[in-house]
């Protein structure tokens, strides 16, 4: 039996004049796309920016133009497949359409090399106002999200902690109006980091949170006091619980559970979903996932509390 040749399949994904079709011809301008192979490229709305076809030609780029999201399915793809044979497939896809549906259309033998999102910082802020579930769907399985068009004076901090809630892995860069790059934005903590015990405020869990897992070299050893509810996973070893905090990324409906194991010798007596008042040392084990290092709690106390004022927290 012969095997299906692999298609390496890349999506960038955003609202129209996000900087998706500039992205493209950048990538394309530095020669990224200059090795002789095929691109498919599935072109889901047109924007201002149009790619020049001598561009096109001399990187191997045949456009398939997609007017609607009924359009996408795999029996559409597999017809480009069967005509043309593409080493490669690059989608710019519409941010007003699900992406579970172009994930679910997509080809066995094309595999996702990359997705990408792309944000227009001068108006991120009034989409997580108004149409906040939409926009932050874009970043669910992007592995990288470009921010562009950015300026001083922004709160690109915050716009990393909302990235980075609704998608913990991906790599987040803030291109400034001048063009440069930007990945060394640093959150203003509310929280002494220094301090011989990091005492965590109820409502900064969320910041806490995010901020461990960014920045773990930055604490670990150190101790921690917040408060949290415990969770006691089905297969979980008999010495660890999770204490943590039900966390809104999107919406009501997009309501999860975020905490960090936790070493603790008496934990078969802490009673599920109560909430306790937890100070632990801050370790890292490796993810056997990713194999990437990942932060754990050794307690040193573990008391009774009274519940937080507010049950749920946010990232904004």
Not at 103 to 113: D, F, M, S
Not at 218 to 242: L, S
Not at 248 to 262: K, L, R
């Amino acid at each position: 039996m012969f095997k299906k040749r692999e298609v390496p399949t890349y999506i960038i994904t955003g609202f129209l004049e996000s900087g998706k079709t500039s992205f493209v011809i950048e990538t394309m301008r530095e020669g990224q796309f200059a090795d002789g192979n095929s691109t498919a490229y599935f072109l889901c709305e047109e924007g201002i920016e149009e790619i020049d076809t001598e561009l096109l030609e001399k990187n191997r780029f045949k456009i398939y133009p997609v007017e609607s999201e009924t359009d996408i399915t795999k029996e559409f793809f597999l017809s480009v497949e069967r005509k043309d044979h593409p080493d490669r497939v690059m989608i710019e896809y519409n941010g007003m359409w699900d992406q579970d549906t172009l994930l679910e259309a997509l080809p066995e033998q094309w595999l996702l090399a990359e997705a990408i999102a792309t944000v227009d910082a001068g108006t991120y802020e009034t989409y997580l106002n108004n149409m906040k579930m939409m926009i932050l769907n874009q970043f669910a399985y992007s592995d990288l999200i470009l921010f562009n068009r950015c300026k001083e004076g922004q709160d690109l901090a915050m716009y990393k902690r909302t990235a980075h809630a609704k998608n913990r892995r991906a790599q987040v860069i803030f291109e400034m109006e001048d063009g440069t790059m930007r990945n060394d934005i640093k959150e203003e903590l509310p929280y002494d980091i220094n301090a011989p015990i990091i005492t965590i405020d109820d409502d900064d869990f969320g910041l806490w949170y995010l901020d461990v897992y960014d920045n773990l070299q930055n604490y670990m050893g150190k101790t921690v006091r917040f408060k949290g509810q415990v969770y006691k996973p089905r297969r979980g070893k008999a010495e660890y619980f999770v204490p943590g905090r039900f966390a809104m990324t999107c919406c009501a409906a997009d309501i999860q559970f975020v905490g960090f194991p936790c070493r603790f010798d008496r934990s078969s007596k802490l009673k599920d979903k109560a909430y306790v008042m937890v100070t632990a040392v801050i370790q890292a084990s490796k993810n056997p996932n990713n194999n990437q290092p990942a932060p754990y709690l050794i307690a040193k106390t573990v008391e009774k509390a009274e519940p937080a004022e507010e049950e749920v927290v946010y990232f904004t």
